[in-house]
């Protein structure tokens, strides 16, 4: 297991390491200058020198990327151009509200999908199988950013039981934050609980159909207890591969969904910078974003092992 972690640890740096390259050769590197792409054409030749020297890009290549990514161990992820702060004051700030979204939305999307997807295969083609077909493919269809217009138009207008947008802060009490928190992170897992459930089901599906789950019926199991002892467990390899994927459509689905609820989050803070064309921040928001991916991908790795011994004999 040790070995497994080590291994795994070595390639989560290469990743990052690779990604964080990516992302300075685009931003920094291929044709383009990025002081005229933040201040645009008209910008006079003097104001762009100054912000060239300001940002360092009359430095070589190597030696910026070297310094941002000196500065991102020492946590110092440079200035904002446009807000005139440190980017890591700024992302501190968002993340506060895009991890507990990111992490509720996950919890939701888990929490229905699991007894779904083991319910419809457990009662296949029966009504409870028909019912949950029809819900994922709705959550499939229907994109995330609808469904949070849905929810304010009947939870917020019409119910009036939470807020329309935005965000009161921790500082407010836990429950008001919450609910803040909640039609957000629901509109986040809607879709992503659809795909996990057909995944769920499928799985489930190819376990129940195995010779030992037969042999644990013959000798006597009940169904219930096969399904809790042996045919969940086995089913939850794939399940967690995908969900492992799934991840990524979190973070990537917050950008909208903080933009319909007027959420001060990570999403918001990207969109806000690359409608201004801070190119300071958008640099270290993909690279936070995809090292967020990267290490939860690292912990579904570790969850493999956890939950398939074989992986562990492999290692």
């Not at 929810?151 to 009490?173: D, E």
């Not at 042996?230 to 933009?259: D, K, M, R």
């Not at 640099?283 to 790795?301: A, E, M, R």
Request: contains cysteine; hydrophobic residues 55%.
């Amino acid at each position: 297991m040790l070995r497994l972690i080590i291994t795994r640890l070595v390639s989560l740096a290469v990743t990052l390491l690779c990604v964080s390259l990516a992302i300075f050769l685009i931003l920094e590197v291929l044709p383009g200058d990025p002081a005229a792409i933040m201040l645009g054409t008209a910008a006079r030749e003097d104001t762009l020198a100054a912000l060239r020297q300001e940002l360092g890009l009359d430095q070589p290549a190597l030696v910026r990327y070297l310094h941002w990514i000196g500065g991102l161990l020492h946590g110092d992820l440079g200035q904002s151009i446009t807000y005139k702060m440190p980017v890591s004051t700024l992302v501190a700030e968002r993340l506060n509200v895009t991890l507990p979204l990111s992490l509720l939305a996950i919890l939701i999307s888990t929490a229905l999908a699991l007894p779904l997807g083991v319910a419809a295969a457990a009662r296949r083609n029966g009504a409870v199988d028909r019912a949950v077909l029809v819900f994922s493919q709705l959550g499939v269809a229907v994109p995330n950013f609808w469904i949070g217009l849905l929810f304010i138009l009947f939870f917020s207008t019409w119910l009036g039981w939470f807020p329309a947008g935005g965000f009161p802060g921790w500082s407010a009490g836990i429950w008001p934050a919450f609910q803040a928190l909640l039609l957000p992170a629901v509109a986040l897992a809607l879709p992503q609980a659809a795909v996990l459930t057909r995944v769920t089901r499928s799985a489930t599906l190819d376990v129940i159909g195995a010779d030992f789950v037969r042999t644990a019926r013959a000798k006597g199991v009940d169904r219930s207890a096969t399904l809790r002892r042996h045919v969940v467990p086995n089913a939850l390899i794939p399940v967690t591969t995908i969900l492992g994927l799934q991840l990524s459509f979190f973070f990537g689905g917050a950008i909208l969904v903080e933009n319909v609820f007027n959420l001060p989050g990570l999403g918001r803070l990207a969109y806000q910078a690359l409608n201004q064309r801070d190119l300071v921040v958008i640099k270290d928001i993909v690279l936070i974003f995809s090292g967020l991916v990267i290490v939860v991908n690292f912990l579904v790795d570790i969850g493999y092992a956890i939950l398939d011994p074989r992986l562990r004999g492999r290692s």
